[in-house]
């Protein structure tokens, strides 16, 4: 027998996983969400209204949280990721920020907040903290997640919490989102 057929055969059978275990995002349009490379609204999935900056009712007026604003799709992002790589890969850290010419308190990049029920709020901290995954609902829908790396740290999936109608941590019911590819990113407001 030739000794390429075996060899051949174990490059096949470790290139067939490959896919899987680097699948990339895609937008709305089936197109690839690209490495700080564009940026995206995050819309989600049952409809509700895009993510958009709001005040927390009660504190003060910095820094800046996350809602939901209906029959709009919100404030684009950007999405980065530490890797030099084209595409957002699914399940690897990423860093998200919104992509606007509004002026804010501290920073457009997403954190998550310590102490108590943790929320997603925005500061000037630009840091790799999230990860998008597959939901696998519907196509091209994906949930995102916070990425840890200590058991000290809030974990979980990024849904809307009922009390104040803020993104946060939960692992209740997470936020189903798709990625909208966004033509003007300064058009869109709070």
Do not use: H
């Amino acid at each position: 027998m030739n000794p390429l057929i075996p060899f051949a055969i174990t490059i096949l059978v470790c290139l067939s996983t490959l896919p899987t275990l680097t699948a990339v995002v895609l937008d709305t349009n089936g197109e690839t969400v690209r490495n700080s490379g564009g940026s995206y609204y995050v819309v989600p999935y049952d409809g509700s209204g895009g993510l958009v900056l709001t005040k927390r009712v009660g504190s003060s007026p910095c820094p800046l949280y996350i809602t939901r604003k209906p029959n709009s799709l919100g404030v684009p992002v950007r999405i980065s990721s530490p890797l030099r790589i084209l595409d957002i890969l699914e399940s690897t850290r990423v860093s998200i920020a919104f992509v606007t010419n509004v002026t804010t308190c501290g920073g457009l990049d997403w954190r998550v907040t310590t102490g108590g029920q943790s929320y997603v709020n925005t500061a000037d901290d630009f840091n790799y903290s999230f990860a998008i995954e597959v939901d696998g609902k519907k196509k091209n829908t994906y949930k995102i997640r916070t990425f840890c790396t200590s058991l000290e740290e809030n974990c979980g999936d990024l849904g809307i919490i009922k009390e104040n109608g803020l993104l946060g941590v939960t692992n209740d019911k997470p936020l189903i989102v798709q990625f909208k590819k966004a033509s003007d990113p300064g058009k869109s407001m709070m």
